[in-house]
């Protein structure tokens, strides 16, 4: 079990340009979070899918944000003309699903926007 | 929605002594209590849960204490070792999975 798979680990991106994260969930595990982590805002719940269906994605900047799981192998989540503010640590993690039940997180990717 | 505050930003222990972590919620509707572990440089590692149907749980030298009433759990680290040192996240959800977490709690164990 190698855990879930985040990929890059570090992008750096120019003010503008976009981003693409990449998450794969363990195998057999059918809920899917996206959370952010910065020093000032802390941990931030961005969405949250369900056998790839979006369930609750209160937490995404409206704009220039977007996530998809087109399969259950990998969720990715886009960031569109990427501003300074945009630069943290984004948490993918997965679960089984069911109510109250553990949560794994990957080791994240450190998006810098220049 | 959901706020969980954790009560301690740092916390500083000689290796050996028990260390106490404190947390409060505000959605009575919350049931689920996980804690995480992140050590620098590294992503959150679970290190143990409570639901709200039990007010206490053990894992070895780790003890989460839940209060419904009060809407306030902890965490207990009893010998605590210099690997302990990290920051540590308490956290609630409801049903619906979404966790909500606390700030965290840099703990330093000092040998």
């Known amino acids: 079990n190698a855990g879930v798979i985040q990929t890059p680990r570090h992008k750096v991106t120019g003010k503008g340009q976009e981003a693409t994260l990449w998450c794969e969930p363990i195998?057999?595990?059918?809920?899917v979070f996206w959370y952010r982590q910065t020093i000032v805002q802390g941990l931030e719940f961005l969405t949250y899918?369900?056998?790839?269906?979006?369930?609750?994605d209160s937490g995404m900047p409206k704009e220039r944000f977007s996530a998809q799981m087109p399969n259950q192998s990998h969720s990715t989540l886009k960031i569109q003309s990427t501003q300074p503010q945009d630069s943290a640590v984004y948490l993918c993690?997965?679960?089984?699903?069911?109510?109250?039940?553990?949560?794994?997180f990957g080791r994240g990717t450190r998006l810098t926007v220049v | 929605g959901e706020k969980v505050e954790q009560h301690e930003s740092t916390l500083s222990v000689r290796e050996g002594d028990s260390a106490v972590i404190n947390c409060t919620y505000t959605?009575?509707?919350?049931?689920?209590f996980p804690w995480y572990k992140q050590e620098a440089g590294k992503s959150l590692h679970f290190v143990i849960d409570?639901?709200?149907?039990?007010d206490r749980k053990q894992s070895q030298r780790l003890i989460v204490l839940l209060d419904k009433k009060a809407k306030r759990f902890s965490l207990h680290i009893t010998a605590t070792q210099p690997e302990d040192s990290a920051i540590y996240f308490c956290?609630?959800?409801?049903?619906?999975?979404?966790?909500?977490f606390g700030d965290g709690t840099q703990l330093v164990v000092k040998p």
């Open positions: 993690a997965s679960s089984l699903g069911g109510a109250n039940t553990e949560v794994f």
């Open positions: 195998s057999g595990h059918s809920a």
């Open positions: 899918f369900r056998n790839q269906a979006p369930i609750d």
């Open positions: 959605d009575t509707a919350s049931s689920y």
């Open positions: 409570i639901r709200s149907n039990v």
């Open positions: 956290a609630a959800s409801t049903s619906n999975n979404r966790i909500f």
